[in-house]
């Protein structure tokens, strides 16, 4: 589809979370597909997880974005799909790919959303195809459990913080789930929540170095427990590391049934998405050094550090390899 001025920030570049948005919409769309493929109870695909994620170049005002997804690995209760994101110039013809993605989705019956579903198998043209598949399985599976462990944080106000701290930009938002925002199941979108997850890291990016910023990537997104329709959830953000040029930022999601659940808030996704600072020109400028005063957030500095200097020595091996 086309992409509209409400679609983009005050720079004219879309917004990454409208992007991830529709990656979610055409994962949910060939995963639900492939899912009732085969007689059987009807399913809807629900999201469990995205991979890192990277914003390859930005799309702005004007241009075309084409999405288009691809279902590579089935396990008996998930599918994997990979989405590819490419804008178009509608005047000069010119195409770019600007993300590539990868998300796990499970099937959930429509009779009992709590059920889940066993998916159709799919054939593989080469049996390295389905051993690879398979060990991105077992390694998603296995960080998704790790990040569920950890998620026990919470994001406490400040009292006139100081600039350039975690407290002066970290930042929260209150969403009031409806209809508008659910699946047929009557849970929230993965995309949905995703966007708005991207909007709070970008109001945190923004307050934190006062400039045009837009998504770099985001990390792997783990969505550990459904939301209700009718939920209230809160999307809160801080900044957790900065380097010369990127900003990290933990974005989490905690959901507080509201109509008829007695059931008490708990963490429902979590995430770290990576901004860039940009000058009018659209060139990178230099981001403002994270001021760390506890304990925990030099911890959570040191460990955002050994993900940046992980993801830039896997960077540069690809960049050998495709030279070689």
């Known amino acids: 589809r086309i992409m509209r001025p409400d679609d983009a920030n005050v720079a004219g570049n879309v917004h990454g979370g ?12 060939i995963s639900t597909r492939h899912c009732n493929s085969q007689a ?10 995205v991979e890192r994620t990277d914003f390859l170049s930005p799309v702005c ?13 089935t396990s ?17 013809g010119a195409k770019k790919v600007t993300n590539k993605a990868t998300l796990w989705y499970v099937p959930l019956s429509l009779k009992n959303v709590n059920k889940v579903l066993e998916v159709p198998p799919i054939q593989y043209a080469r049996k390295e195809q389905e051993d690879e598949g398979r060990k991105r399985y077992e390694e998603q599976k296995l960080d998704r459990l790790e990040t569920k462990q950890r998620n026990g944080d919470v994001i406490f106000p400040v009292i006139n913080p100081e600039p350039h701290t975690v407290g002066y930009s970290q930042s929260s938002l209150i969403h009031l789930v409806g209809p508008s925002d ?4 009557g849970f929230v979108h993965g995309g949905v929540t995703m966007k708005l997850m991207d909007e709070v890291a970008g109001i945190v990016a923004a307050r ?19 939301i209700k329709k009718g939920s209230v959830i809160t ?14 930022i933990e974005v989490f999601v905690d959901a507080d049934p509201f109509v008829d659940e007695p059931r008490e808030r708990y963490r429902a996704v979590s995430a770290f998405f990576t901004y860039v600072s940009l000058s009018r020109e659209g060139k990178p400028l230099p981001v403002p050094q994270l001021l760390t005063e506890t304990e925990d957030e030099k ?3 040191e460990e955002g550090k050994g993900r940046y200097l992980q993801t830039k020595a896997k960077r540069q091996a690809q960049v050998q390899q495709a030279a070689r």
Do not use: W
Not at 182 to 185: A, D, E, F, I
Not at 214 to 224: E, P, R
Not at 237 to 242: L, S, V
């Open 18 to 29: 409208t992007i991830l948005k529709m990656i979610e919409e055409a994962g949910a769309i």
């Open 40 to 49: 059987g109870e009807p399913c809807v695909a629900a999201l469990a997880r």
């Open 61 to 73: 005002i004007g241009e075309v974005a084409n999405v288009s997804a691809e279902i590579t690995y």
């Open 76 to 92: 008996r209760h998930s599918v994997e799909v990979q989405v590819n994101v490419m804008s178009e110039n509608i005047l000069t």
């Open 182 to 185: 659910c699946t047929l199941l």
């Open 208 to 226: 934190h170095c006062k400039t045009n910023i837009v998504t770099a990537s985001v990390d792997a997104i783990n969505f550990h427990e459904k």
């Open 235 to 248: 999307i809160s953000g801080r900044m957790t590391f900065t380097s010369n040029k990127s900003m990290e």
């Open 299 to 301: 911890r959570r500095f």
